[in-house]
T-cell receptor
């Protein structure tokens, strides 16, 4: 069955370190998205991609970057982790922008 | 910009009863899609129901149904015969054209035995 996976599921890191969160989908979807979820804010969009070599900034993109070198993967990089980036991160994919998004299981990141 | 508002941060319902979660949205678009997602304590985001704005008929999935009022820009979710497994955060979401999904801040629903 097609799926979307995230790794690691949990990570603890220190302020200033570079961190990369992986997202891999086997749906062959063109669209992929990264969100962060914080109490009281719901899900906020960080970056998204509508295809290979395409990336776009979302609502809360400062301090994050993504690259899309193939259809299946959209890794999220925190260039210099900050305590404000402690959050739960979700990756999602969809066939077209207006279609249902399928979510990964999430990564809980703690920055100390 | 499109916005989605869920005015009920928390709700509770007795098992087997019916509960309605509210959602309003703001858009100038005429064609769009609306969703309700469920997030149980496992944290997994699960699609509950999807509604296309051009369809007048309200979407239904088993015990879950929506009341879509396009003119009022309202999209409420009704859960009938509530079960303990319905305890979760519920998010309303909107998408139009080629723009990404916009989420409300969620409603935490507790089903009480």
């Amino acid at each position: 069955d097609a799926e979307i996976t995230q790794s690691p599921r949990h990570k603890i890191t220190e302020t200033g370190r570079q961190v990369t969160l992986a997202c891999h989908q086997t749906w062959n979807h063109n669209n992929m998205f990264w969100y962060r979820q914080d109490l009281g804010h719901g899900l906020r969009l960080i970056h998204y991609s509508y295809g290979v070599q395409d990336t776009n900034k979302g609502e809360v993109s400062d301090g994050y970057s993504v690259s899309r070198s193939n259809t299946e993967d959209l890794p999220l990089t925190l260039e210099s982790a900050a305590s404000s980036q402690t959050s739960v991160y979700f990756c999602a994919s969809s066939e077209v922008a207006s279609d249902t998004q399928y979510f990964g299981p999430g990564t809980r990141l703690t920055v100390l | 910009a499109q916005t989605v508002t869920q005015s009920q941060p928390e709700m509770s319902v007795q098992e087997a009863e019916t509960v309605t979660l509210s959602c309003t949205y703001d858009t100038s678009e005429s064609n769009y899609y609306l969703f309700w997602y469920k997030q149980p304590p496992s944290r997994q985001m699960i699609l509950v129901i999807r509604q296309e704005a051009y369809k007048q008929q309200n979407a239904t999935e088993n015990r879950f149904s929506v009341n879509f009022q396009k003119a009022a820009k309202s999209f409420s979710l009704k859960i009938s015969d509530s079960q303990l497994g319905d305890t979760a955060m519920y998010f309303c979401a909107f998408v139009s054209g080629n723009t990404p999904l916009v989420f409300g801040k969620g409603t935490r629903l507790s089903v009480i035995a």
